[in-house]
């Protein structure tokens, strides 16, 4: 059982950053491959970025590609995400998830169904 806490979510000007933290418990944080979801107002919870168990691979939604940059810290049992060239479109409630071995498959890391844990989410507000 892995459990999962975001932080550093806010209020945030348009073209602002933010750095979102995700700690899970356990001590097997590093054999987990780890997403960000995010959830905007009235509409479906989608894929933001993944990185598998090692941080050997990443990946990115389209719409954030060159603005936001997932990082994992095994020692700390943390996964980051750097979110830069904040716009309004990105005001959502932001969610980490934690995959168990094995890792990613194709495309999977994009599947909500492909992750076994879930954390509360973090709200990040983006005011133009």
């Known amino acids: 059982q892995v459990q999962l806490v975001e932080s550093g979510g806010g209020l945030v000007q348009a073209g602002g950053s933010l750095r979102l933290s995700c700690a899970a418990s356990?001590?097997?944080?590093?054999?987990?491959?780890m997403g960000w979801f995010r959830q905007a107002p009235e509409k479906e919870r989608e894929f933001v970025a993944a990185?598998?168990?090692?941080?050997?691979?990443?990946y990115y939604a389209d719409s954030v590609k060159g603005q936001f940059t997932i990082s994992r810290d095994n020692a700390k049992n943390t996964v980051y995400l750097q979110m830069n060239s904040l716009k309004p479109e990105d005001t959502a409630v932001y969610y980490c998830?934690?995959?168990?071995?094995?890792?990613?498959?194709?495309?999977?890391?994009?599947?909500?169904?492909?992750?076994?844990?879930w954390g509360q989410g973090t709200q990040v507000t983006v005011s133009s």
């Open positions: 998830a934690a995959r168990e071995l094995p890792d990613f498959s194709g495309n999977e890391y994009r599947t909500e169904a492909s992750y076994d844990y």
């Open positions: 356990g001590r097997t944080f590093s054999t987990y491959a």
């Open positions: 990185i598998t168990w090692g941080g050997g691979s990443t």
